[in-house]
């Protein structure tokens, strides 16, 4: 079994995914303009009754107009353009975690914790990492900060393909333990489709 996952992985280290693999991806399962009642993002209220355009939230993209340099407007979050949205994605997530730094190490990685990011804020994230890192890793810190879970993630021993498959474990619990029954198949469909392009044990 073990030499049949190194092989998996030597081969997955030969295709590895890029940044812009990620980018597509996300933008497939985020789709367009959202309403819909069942989110949490409906508090937000936004223009024309939109709350989520492509997965940004009305209130994410009046916060990062200025740490990522735009005006922010109605018009323009309705049309969520590629570029905007990349710059919203860069500010607030990905150069938040470091994700270029964990690219080093795995795609998996920098992807699998942007991802967290996006859906459950990045003080969510910091949350569930820290307590991951707990748990599976020995860390022993009441106060793991985002910058220590990164470099926690570069340093540890443990294999890429053991480590994945825990990590998405840990989201698919953690989807589970929201308790939101109308939202949690979509949850779980869209987790094991990440698993499939990006996990390093499913080339």
């Known amino acids: 079994m073990l030499a049949e996952l190194a092989v998996i992985y030597i081969a997955y280290r030969l295709m590895r995914p890029t940044k812009q ?37 009305w209130s994410t993209y009046k916060e990062c107009a200025k740490g990522a340099g735009y005006t922010a407007t109605a018009a323009d979050f309705l049309e969520m353009s590629d570029k905007r949205w990349e710059q919203i994605f860069n500010y607030r997530f990905w150069n938040y975690w470091q994700c270029d730094k964990l690219m080093i190490r795995s795609p998996f990685l920098a992807f699998y914790i942007a991802q967290f990011a996006w859906g459950a804020g990045n003080g969510g ?79």
């Open 21 to 57: 693999d990620f980018i597509k991806w996300v933008k497939k399962w985020e789709g367009g303009k959202s309403r819909a009642s069942t989110d949490t993002a409906i508090s937000d209220g936004g223009p024309n009754g939109v709350h989520t355009n492509k997965g940004v939230r």
């Open 125 to 203: 994230c910091e949350k569930q990492m820290a307590n991951f890192q707990r748990k599976h890793m020995g860390i022993v810190d009441s106060n793991i900060t985002p910058k220590e879970i990164v470099n926690n993630f570069l340093l540890t021993p443990v294999p890429m393909v053991v480590l994945a498959k825990q990590l998405i474990d840990w989201k698919a619990d953690f989807f589970r333990r929201l308790n939101q029954p109308a939202n949690l198949k979509g949850w779980l469909n869209r987790l094991r489709d990440f698993e499939k392009n990006f996990a390093p044990y499913s080339v």
